[in-house]
């Protein structure tokens, strides 16, 4: 009986030490098998988010060129005196719902003469000191400094494109859209929630900073800041 009893243990103790090595290695390579999988889906997650971000940027400044060479706009040359091209803007505006806060023609002093808005007709419009140009089918559009109120419900980015003369094919002017932030902040807050938690989302611009971000991080210490 205490051969037997001696016997067993031994055995369970061998168990013991085969088994619990072979129960780490399988611990231990699920955990990296399921930490590779949930990479693989952040990032396959990441790139569509990117990729809606893409087409939605790209919608916006291809549409401000696209409308810079329209017929209309060269009413504001006789300063819309009709008032048909701020009525105009007014309806594509609308019809845009929410991408834009507002479309408007300055003129060389950079005067508003046409708007969507009526409020800032006879205003102006002075350009930032920086801006990034960005290629666009048949032409080029300049994106002016992100504009973030400490409220961050009235974010913008100023999108323009330059006028040309239909007879003299001179810039005679500028025809901008002000792109409303928070059409990338709305994708961004849904992206950020999923059945595992929350996710942070922040958008980089080419010198590093925060330009958007997920509501846990747009705060003023991140947006505008190189913090990551």
């Not at 994708?187 to 989302?201: M, N, P, Q, V, W």
Request: aromatic share 10%; charged share 20%.
């Amino acid at each position: 009986m205490q051969i037997r009893r001696i016997v067993l243990i031994s055995f369970f103790s061998l168990l013991s030490i085969v088994a619990l090595p072979l129960m780490a290695v399988i611990f231990f390579s699920s955990r990296y098998a399921l930490e590779e999988e949930i990479g693989r889906n952040l990032n396959s997650e990441a790139m569509m988010l990117m990729e809606e971000v893409d087409i939605l940027m790209f919608e916006a400044m291809q549409n401000v060129h696209s409308w810079s060479h329209l017929d209309i706009i060269q009413e504001a040359r006789i300063g819309d005196v009709d008032k048909r091209l701020s009525l105009f803007l007014t309806d594509v505006e609308s019809g845009y719902k929410g991408m834009y806060r507002n479309l408007f023609y300055i003129d060389s002093q950079q005067r508003v003469i046409a708007a969507s808005a009526a409020e800032i007709i006879g205003g102006f419009h002075h350009p930032t000191l920086n801006e990034v140009r960005a290629v666009v089918p048949n032409g080029e559009v300049f994106v002016e400094d992100l504009q973030l109120p400490s409220s961050y419900q009235d974010a913008d980015l100023a999108i323009r494109a330059a006028v040309y003369d239909r007879y003299s094919s001179k810039n005679i002017c500028h025809f901008y859209g002000v792109f409303d932030m928070q059409q990338l902040f709305r994708l961004f807050d849904k992206a950020s929630t999923s059945s595992h938690g929350e996710r942070y989302i922040v958008l980089l611009d080419g010198n590093g900073r925060t330009i958007a971000a997920s509501s846990s991080l747009r705060r003023p210490e991140v947006l505008l800041k190189s913090t990551f």
